[in-house]
């Protein structure tokens, strides 16, 4: 039958050595769990700060008089600049600018359709650049879209669209002075509203060469070219059609 004797300790210093062990642990765990630079405000705000007092990120129900859960700041040249972080809305911008002027990735839900917005902001009233990615422009459609509101869109590269087609078709004339069409075909020009530009690739435009180029019969699939030479030599027609 166990006695109070059995629950004595092995020794006369085992005791001492478990309890300094068990003060040690708390001591690193206290450690491990302490954040060096950071305060709990009292309107509940949870802000990581350096040891100069510079605010580095601050976690809030509010910032900017905007709902936001995370906001960042760095001081360049005596000015705020800051990110803002709020459920599908990411905003930048300087400390006491107005909303408009912030740039801006939100996500939006508009029943029909997935906006995704990218903004750069504005400057007092000038007109901001924005650029607006649909997912669907309406029920059933299939349709992505990519608006941009600005004054200049540059674009470093090769610029391809569906709504855009482009080539080159060698056209030889049945007789002089007499219009040749071909037909062109194979095209898949996205919009309803299409066009078609011919121009001839010659240094002899009028008199004794080409005298007239054109196009009818413009579909997305594909329209018709048409020629007038002054004599029967193969003429390379540069041609774009264009959808809207």
Same mark, same amino acid.
């Given at each position: 039958?166990?006695?109070?004797?059995?629950?004595?300790?092995?020794?006369?210093?085992?005791?001492?050595?478990?309890?300094?062990?068990?003060?040690?642990?708390?001591?690193?765990?206290?450690?491990?769990?302490?954040?060096?630079?950071?305060?709990?405000?009292?309107?509940?705000?949870?802000?990581?700060?350096?040891?100069?007092?510079?605010?580095?990120?601050?976690?809030?129900?509010?910032?900017?008089?905007?709902?936001?859960?995370?906001?960042?700041?760095?001081?360049?040249?005596?000015?705020?600049?800051?990110?803002?972080?709020?459920?599908?809305?990411?905003?930048?911008?300087?400390?006491?600018?107005?909303?408009?002027?912030?740039?801006?990735?939100?996500?939006?839900?508009?029943?029909?359709?997935?906006?995704?917005?990218?903004?750069?902001?504005?400057?007092?009233?000038?007109?901001?650049?924005?650029?607006?990615?649909?997912?669907?422009?309406?029920?059933?459609?299939?349709?992505?879209?990519?608006?941009?509101?600005?004054?200049?869109? @540059?674009?470093?590269?090769?610029?391809? *669209? +569906?709504?855009?087609? $482009? #080539?080159? &078709?060698? /056209? !030889?004339?049945?007789?002089?002075?007499?219009?040749?069409?071909?037909?062109?075909?194979?095209?898949?020009?996205?919009?309803?509203?299409?066009?078609?530009?011919?121009?001839? @690739?010659?240094?002899?435009?009028?008199? *004794? +060469?080409?005298?007239? $180029? #054109?196009? &009818?019969? /413009? !579909?997305?699939?594909?329209?018709?070219?048409?020629?007038?030479?002054?004599?029967?030599?193969?003429?390379?027609?540069?041609?774009?059609?264009?959808?809207?």
């Amino acid at each position: 039958m166990p006695t109070p004797a059995h629950q004595l300790p092995g020794g006369p210093t085992d005791l001492n050595r478990r309890v300094a062990a068990l003060e040690r642990e708390l001591r690193e765990l206290r450690a491990a769990r302490r954040a060096r630079h950071t305060s709990l405000d009292v309107d509940g705000a949870l802000r990581l700060v350096d040891a100069q007092g510079n605010v580095l990120t601050e976690m809030t129900s509010s910032f900017g008089g905007s709902r936001a859960a995370v906001a960042a700041y760095e001081e360049r040249s005596e000015r705020q600049f800051y990110a803002a972080l709020a459920a599908g809305d990411l905003a930048f911008g300087i400390e006491g600018m107005r909303r408009q002027d912030e740039g801006r990735v939100a996500f939006a839900d508009l029943g029909d359709r997935l906006e995704l917005y990218l903004s750069s902001g504005s400057r007092e009233s000038a007109a901001s650049s924005l650029m607006v990615m649909y997912s669907g422009t309406a029920p059933g459609s299939g349709d992505s879209l990519i608006d941009l509101v600005t004054d200049k869109v @540059a674009v470093g590269g090769v610029l391809t *669209a +569906g709504s855009i087609a $482009v #080539g080159t &078709t060698t /056209v !030889t004339p049945s007789a002089a002075n007499i219009p040749t069409s071909f037909m062109v075909t194979g095209l898949n020009v996205r919009g309803s509203n299409l066009r078609a530009y011919v121009t001839a @690739a010659t240094a002899v435009p009028g008199g *004794a +060469g080409v005298t007239g $180029v #054109g196009a &009818t019969n /413009v !579909t997305s699939g594909g329209f018709t070219l048409w020629v007038t030479r002054a004599n029967t030599t193969a003429t390379a027609l540069y041609w774009m059609v264009i959808g809207q």
